[in-house]
């Protein structure tokens, strides 16, 4: 019989199989009666002789199944049965799972679109480039040129530098917009193709500014112009000077760089028309160029390519010894580059966390699959009397934990992916082009069943141990009673663990929330409070260098005339701690003649500023005085260095009043002030040099505007806009309080700690359901004796005692675990969240109170119930 | 009370007497039990249903062919029937059957001959 046919004929077959069996104790009850027994006795013996037929059967039926099949399918349908017969249980246990899977997933999504996969470019495993600031020299174009022509490691080489702060004119509205400005061959070393219209390639470049085109991001093109399609070959003004829209980008394309999406891409060759003063040819300037990058040539390592390159980059800087400085440096996956290192460890840390909610979960899950299965004992014992073997039971067991935790996964998968799409086109901090793409795809489905998996198994070889030792006859003797003997069981110790969990998850969260609100009132070396800045580039509305100057003196009177306001000052490029945006200057002693960086005396922080900016900024003087606008370019030069800079070179603060230092390009200046220390670029650098330079004396055309009032921000902002457009209509403005600027800087802090907050949430809930679930199953197993105690006479007290002594002990070792385990965590925090000190008072303190509060609200409901307790009632009932 | 089945046969002796039996002479369950423990002289004590698992296994392997009949005795019976695959197999398990006899006897009384 074939096993096709053999399918149609089983039926047949097990009907023939009874019907024989019954023949067979029928001839033989016949044969015992012809013998002389009664028919009762003869069919007694007949079945004895005969032996178990349900088994026999099972065997004969066996032979011909496929046998682990179809019993996992029955496992399969037992187990539904089962669940559906306790929904509470069910649903609670698959919530839980679907919250902790979820969380994994979104972990595991962010992860993955953050580091394992930065760019949605083919092959962007091979694709390297330098990372900014890293001192290779690589930023400055006739270097990138000299990298291109000579290494022998890439395919070919692109390039590119942030635009930030274009006006933009279609026509109607003028806008502020940032772009990435990039080489020719940008598009082809990417591998990518457009999504509309062309890119700009290598050929259209004839030297500088030979090539006013721009291609669109999928997402500007679809926010700004609508999806357009008739966009291709629109001219627009890009700061007053006409470009051609080319094509759209396709929409997966996001710039080359991790969080940062520009709205449209420009060719290099045309980049001084957007930001002038940056000069494309000139060797020494480090500002044209943000990264190199291209693809490895296939067999060249990362390693060979890191030789080649540094070794590119030492030859540079020997033919160029004035221009050009050259660090060692590693390659790094292009995307990766900027921001990796904290994103790494957040990201790493954020796992860890998440792993241990579902750890969790999984405990418990598992202690209240050992009170089900210890409810269930009297009908493992039927089982096991009826003739099962163990495995089959525990294997059934098994498949309902499977079940559960693969429904868990299946809806956390599916939040998650709604979440993790939220998250992609959230934009944290309107007007930076921040951005967070993370886009699930197969991995994401993959990691959620095998945690399903996994944690399935684990919680539910929990009653293991309890089903193999059951003996079915001490079981169905005494009923289900509740072991009184044993000191430590399997689930105290999930509590305790599930409780350590979430005390860890507490602690981290106070940690985290403790560093944020050190971090906002830690010194900056400025008073971001009260104080409004206007972004204002003079480049946008056809200014140069001589007419920006005496425009700029304009807006700042004109800003103080302004009721309401202390006091206004103006700053060059950005504002200390805003965009991590920095630019540096080397300094050297009064008397080098060979001003290379090799040679410098101190390479500090450069900001160009107004006289009344440090009163508006808030910044303190320590000695000496402020700027004046008698010092202007035909007066001496003259700075103010922060107390670093003066304790550094100078040995003092007083000690540098007066003394003479070279500028890079070679002008001399006069320390005239000392300012206060502060953060520059991010909140947790160790402090760095800064040297203050008048404005009047090294003009440029971007610039924020910084005005110190009380007045309500939303007046202010409306009083600046006007005064603004009175001065000159055309020029866009970007009004922003300096605390909104800020928020880029804190933004990190603030995401961990808002992740945190939400791990610890859920731990919590979690360690409050678990102690719930020992709480009430312990009074109800209880209840008879809590009523003979209380018929005895037992206070209040007493008997909350008994009934809640177990799961209160457990509460507080667990708690004291988790806290020890928080606190000797904290090299992990202090990754994600500036000034994370555990070690905190307030966090202990918090902690302490935290897991109180929870043991409190678990143990209420079943404390109330345990007290209700009626003794005659209990008693009468079994 | 039995639980497990204790086996006091090696797997196959069951498959080996009962292709024996069916060789001898065509017959249905309850006959081939009665065959089996009067030839055995009573010393084999088999439990009766075990018989239909084993059977079912030789009906898988084409050992044995099944039918419904009626019996001697007007009963609805199902006759099993050796095949000739079944004869073959029968052939092959006495003889290694009879040489692991032979090998145990000699390990267990040594020097004394096999009863042939």
């Known amino acids: 019989m074939s096993w096709i046919s053999s399918i149609f004929d089983r039926r047949r077959l097990f009907n023939d199989l009874n019907e024989e069996m019954r023949l067979h104790i029928e001839e033989r009850a016949e044969q015992l009666m012809r013998e002389g027994m009664s028919a009762n006795e003869a069919e007694r013996q007949a079945r004895v002789a005969f032996g178990n037929p349900?088994?026999?059967?099972?065997?004969s039926r066996m032979v011909w199944q496929w046998p682990t099949i179809e019993s996992i399918v029955a496992d399969v349908r037992l187990s539904l049965r089962q669940l559906r017969k306790s929904p509470g249980f069910t649903l609670a246990a698959i919530v839980t799972l679907t919250l902790a899977i979820g969380a994994n997933a979104v972990v595991f999504g962010i992860m993955d679109g953050l580091i394992l996969r930065p760019l949605n470019v083919p092959e962007a495993d091979r694709l390297y480039g330098t990372q900014y600031g890293d001192g290779s020299g690589f930023q400055s174009y006739p270097n990138y040129r000299d990298l291109r022509a000579r290494n022998h490691s890439f395919d070919d080489v692109a390039a590119f530098n942030f635009n930030l702060g274009i006006g933009m004119d279609t026509g109607n509205d003028p806008s502020v917009t940032n772009a990435f400005a990039v080489t020719g061959n940008y598009f082809d070393v990417l591998r990518v193709h457009p999504m509309l219209g062309r890119f700009f390639h290598a050929s259209d470049e004839h030297g500088p500014g030979?090539?006013?085109?721009?291609?669109?991001?999928?997402?500007?093109?679809?926010?700004?112009?609508?999806?357009?399609?008739?966009?291709?070959?629109?001219?627009?003004?890009?700061?007053?000077?006409?470009?051609?829209?080319?094509?759209?980008?396709?929409?997966?394309?996001?710039?080359?760089?991790?969080?940062?999406?520009?709205?449209?891409?420009?060719?290099?060759?045309?980049?001084?028309?957007?930001?002038?003063?940056?000069?494309?040819?000139?060797?020494?300037?480090?500002?044209?160029?943000?990264?190199?990058?291209?693809?490895?040539?296939?067999?060249?390592?990362?390693?060979?390519?890191?030789?080649?390159?540094?070794?590119?980059?030492?030859?540079?800087e020997k033919t160029y010894p004035k221009e050009v400085s050259h660090a060692s440096v590693?390659?790094?996956?292009?995307?990766?580059t900027a921001f990796a290192g904290p994103a790494k460890a957040f990201v790493a840390g954020l796992m860890l966390l998440a792993a241990l909610i579902l750890l969790a979960a999984c405990a418990n899950l598992g202690s209240l699959f050992a009170a089900r299965a210890a409810d269930r004992g009297r009908e493992v014992a039927l089982r096991l009397a009826l003739g099962s073997s163990r495995t089959r039971i525990l294997r059934q067991l098994f498949t309902e934990a499977m079940l559960i935790s693969l429904a868990g996964g299946a809806l956390g998968v599916g939040a998650s992916v709604a979440l993790l799409k939220k998250i992609s086109v959230w934009q944290p901090i309107s007007g930076a082009p921040l951005h967070i793409p993370v886009?699930?795809?197969?991995?994401?489905?993959?990691?959620?069943?095998?945690?399903?998996?996994?944690?399935?198994?684990?919680?539910?070889?929990?009653?293991v141990r309890q089903v193999l030792r059951a003996n079915p006859y001490e079981i169905v003797k005494a009923g289900s009673s509740a072991r009184m003997g044993r000191r430590v069981t399997v689930r105290d110790v999930l509590l305790v663990l599930q409780i350590a969990i979430c005390a860890v998850l507490v602690t981290s969260s106070m940690v985290a929330v403790r560093g944020l609100m050190n971090s906002m009132h830690s010194s900056f070396g400025f008073e971001p409070h009260n104080v409004m800045t206007a972004g204002v580039n003079l480049a946008m509305d056809g200014y140069n260098v001589d007419t920006a100057l005496p425009m700029q003196r304009r807006m700042i009177d004109a800003m103080r005339t302004i009721p309401g306001v202390e006091s206004a000052g103006l700053v060059n490029g950005y504002p200390p701690l805003v965009y991590t945006a920095s630019n540096r200057d080397y300094v050297y002693k009064q008397g080098t003649s060979n001003l290379i960086p090799a040679n410098a005396l101190i390479s500090p922080y450069r900001y160009e500023v107004s006289p009344g900016y440090f009163d508006a900024a808030g910044t303190i003087l320590l000695a000496g005085r402020s700027f004046a606008w008698q010092d202007d370019a035909h007066a001496p030069g003259v700075a103010i260095i922060n107390r670093h800079f003066a304790d550094k070179i100078f040995g003092s603060v007083t000690g540098a009043i007066g003394r003479n230092l070279k500028l890079?390009?070679?002008?001399?200046?006069?320390?005239?002030?000392?300012?206060?220390?502060?953060?520059?670029?991010?909140?947790?650098?160790?402090?760095?040099?800064?040297?203050?330079?008048?404005?009047?004396?090294?003009?440029?055309?971007?610039?924020?505007?910084?005005?110190?009032?009380?007045?309500?921000?939303?007046?202010?902002?409306?009083?600046?806009?006007?005064?603004?457009?009175?001065?000159?209509?055309?020029?866009?403005?970007?009004?922003?309080?300096?605390?909104?600027?800020?928020?880029?800087?804190?933004?990190?802090?603030?995401?961990?700690t808002m992740a945190l907050g939400v791990l610890g949430f859920m731990g919590a809930l979690l360690a409050v359901t678990g102690i719930f679930g020992m709480a009430a199953y312990s009074v109800s197993k209880r209840l008879r004796e809590l009523g003979i105690r209380m018929a005895l006479g037992a206070k209040k007290k007493e008997v909350l005692q008994a009934a809640l002594a177990r799961p209160l002990r457990l509460l507080v070792i667990g708690s004291a675990s988790g806290l020890i385990l928080g606190l000797l965590a904290t090299k992990v925090l202090a990754y994600i969240v500036y000034q994370a000190t555990p070690r905190d008072p307030f966090v202990l303190v918090g902690v302490v109170l935290a897991m109180l509060l929870l043991g409190l609200l678990a143990t209420w409901i079943p404390a109330q119930r345990a007290l209700s307790v009626n003794p005659l009632t209990l008693l009468r009932e079994d | 009370m039995?639980?497990?089945?204790?086996?006091?046969?090696?797997?196959?002796?069951?498959?080996?007497?009962?292709?024996?039996?069916?060789?001898?002479?065509?017959?249905?369950?309850?006959?081939?039990?009665?065959?089996?423990?009067?030839?055995?002289?009573?010393?084999?004590?088999?439990?009766?249903?075990?018989?239909?698992?084993?059977?079912?296994?030789?009906?898988?392997?084409?050992?044995?062919?099944?039918?419904?009949?009626?019996?001697?005795?007007?009963?609805?019976?199902?006759?099993?029937?050796?095949?000739?695959?079944?004869?073959?197999?029968?052939?092959?398990?006495?003889?290694?059957?009879?040489?692991?006899?032979?090998?145990?006897?000699?390990?267990?009384?040594?020097?004394?001959?096999?009863?042939?």
Do not use: C
């Not at chain 1, 829209?245 to 060759?269: E, Y």
């Not at chain 1, 489905?445 to 684990?458: H, I």
């Open chain 1, 664 to 752: 890079q390009d070679g002008t001399m200046v006069q320390v005239v002030g000392v300012a206060e220390d502060g953060k520059y670029v991010s909140l947790t650098e160790d402090q760095e040099p800064a040297m203050f330079i008048p404005f009047m004396q090294s003009p440029g055309l971007a610039a924020y505007l910084v005005v110190r009032s009380h007045r309500d921000p939303q007046q202010l902002a409306e009083a600046m806009r006007s005064k603004m457009r009175e001065l000159d209509a055309a020029l866009p403005v970007g009004l922003e309080t300096y605390s909104q600027l800020l928020d880029t800087v804190l933004f990190p802090a603030r995401v961990a």
């Open chain 2, 2 to 116: 039995t639980n497990s089945t204790p086996r006091d046969l090696f797997p196959g002796a069951l498959e080996m007497m009962i292709l024996e039996s069916l060789r001898r002479q065509p017959a249905h369950g309850y006959a081939l039990v009665q065959s089996i423990q009067q030839r055995s002289n009573n010393l084999l004590q088999v439990e009766e249903g075990s018989l239909y698992p084993a059977l079912q296994r030789l009906l898988k392997s084409r050992l044995v062919k099944a039918e419904w009949g009626v019996s001697s005795t007007n009963r609805k019976v199902r006759t099993y029937q050796i095949t000739a695959a079944g004869l073959r197999h029968l052939e092959q398990q006495i003889s290694s059957f009879e040489r692991m006899f032979e090998g145990i006897a000699l390990v267990l009384k040594p020097g004394e001959a096999p009863a042939s």
């Open chain 1, 210 to 316: 030979s090539a006013p085109y721009i291609v669109l991001t999928y997402a500007f093109w679809h926010t700004r112009f609508n999806d357009d399609r008739s966009v291709v070959g629109r001219v627009v003004r890009l700061n007053h000077h006409p470009f051609t829209i080319v094509g759209v980008a396709p929409k997966g394309l996001q710039g080359t760089i991790l969080f940062v999406a520009p709205d449209f891409f420009l060719p290099i060759v045309n980049q001084d028309q957007v930001f002038p003063g940056n000069s494309l040819n000139a060797r020494e300037n480090t500002h044209a160029v943000f990264e190199v990058f291209g693809h490895l040539k296939p067999g060249v390592s990362v390693a060979q390519a890191n030789a080649d390159v540094n070794a590119i980059g030492a030859d540079l």
């Open chain 1, 54 to 59: 349900t088994l026999m059967e099972e065997r």
């Open chain 1, 330 to 336: 590693s390659l790094a996956r292009e995307g990766l």
């Open chain 1, 439 to 463: 886009i699930p795809d197969a991995k994401l489905y993959w990691y959620a069943l095998a945690l399903a998996l996994v944690s399935g198994f684990l919680f539910g070889i929990v009653p």
